[in-house]
T-cell receptor
Framework: KQEVTQIPAALSVPEGENLVLNCSFT??????LQWFRQDPGKGLTSLLL?????REQTSGRLNASLDKSSGRSTLYIAASQPGDSATYLC??????????????FGQGTILTVHP | NAGVTQTPKFRVLKTGQSMTLLCAQD?????MYWYRQDPGMGLRLIHY???????AKGEVPDGYNVSRLKKQNFLLGLESAAPSQTSVYFC????????????FGSGTRLTVV
């Protein structure tokens, strides 16, 4: 059974710091990994999607890497801002003909960036 | 382009009442999902559908029923609500093509008293 773990569970940093969020998964049979952002009381917003054949994806100040063989992904946020405060979730899309696109989610990292 | 729309956004039910949550997507996605999100439990899959007229059980299907009569709509029903079903419910969709990720709705916050 696929299990996804995110470390740390919570992180508080001063504005301007570069930071790394970690995601690990137990089964390397995945099609892709997606990072989401969730603001309090809101839905999930997709940040980055990395295919299993890719090593990294970048969008603005965000960079996500994937090491499928070791079951790890990191989300790097450069020059953090108070507006980056949110919960960050990673999810892996299971491989296999009967997976039907189902995702397994981590528990999330609660990020607080203080001025 | 609205993406995934969920109605209602908030609802309070009494124990034993029934209700239907509606999810509508305008991206022509084949796959649709219902998740619930609870503190400390993360997101858990309730039911899913791989196309019009199909439904399947996820991890926590008990107490819920679903229907997908039209490709763009996926309905989640609670026949007899229980306090344990107090949660935030999210609908999501994706194409079968693994090159694409999920699109989520904004959620329905349901309280059962």
């Amino acid at each position: 059974k696929q299990e996804v773990t995110q470390i740390p569970a919570a992180l508080s940093v001063p504005e301007g710091e570069n930071l790394v969020l970690n995601c690990s998964f137990t089964d390397s049979a995945i099609y892709n990994l997606q990072w989401f952002r969730q603001d309090p009381g809101k839905g999930l917003t997709s940040l980055l999607l990395i295919q299993s054949s890719q090593r990294e994806q970048t969008s603005g100040r965000l960079n996500a890497s994937l090491d499928k063989s070791s079951g790890r992904s990191t989300l790097y946020i450069a020059a953090s801002q108070p507006g980056d405060s949110a919960t960050y979730l990673c999810a892996v899309r299971r491989a296999g003909g009967t997976s039907y696109g189902k995702l397994t989610f981590g528990q999330g990292t609660i990020l607080t960036v203080h001025p | 382009n609205a993406g995934v729309t969920q109605t209602p956004k908030f609802r309070v039910l009494k124990t034993g009442q029934s209700m239907t949550l509606l999810c509508a997507q305008d991206m022509n996605h084949e796959y649709m999902y219902w998740y619930r999100q609870d503190p400390g439990m993360g997101l858990r899959l309730i039911h899913y559908s791989v196309g019009e007229g199909t439904t399947a059980k996820g991890e926590v299907p008990d107490g819920y029923n679903v229907s997908r009569l039209k490709k763009q709509n996926f309905l989640l029903g609670l026949e007899s609500a229980a306090p344990s079903q107090t949660s935030v419910y999210f609908c999501a969709s994706t194409p079968p093509d693994r090159a694409y990720g999920y699109t989520f709705g904004s959620g329905t916050r349901l309280t059962v008293v």
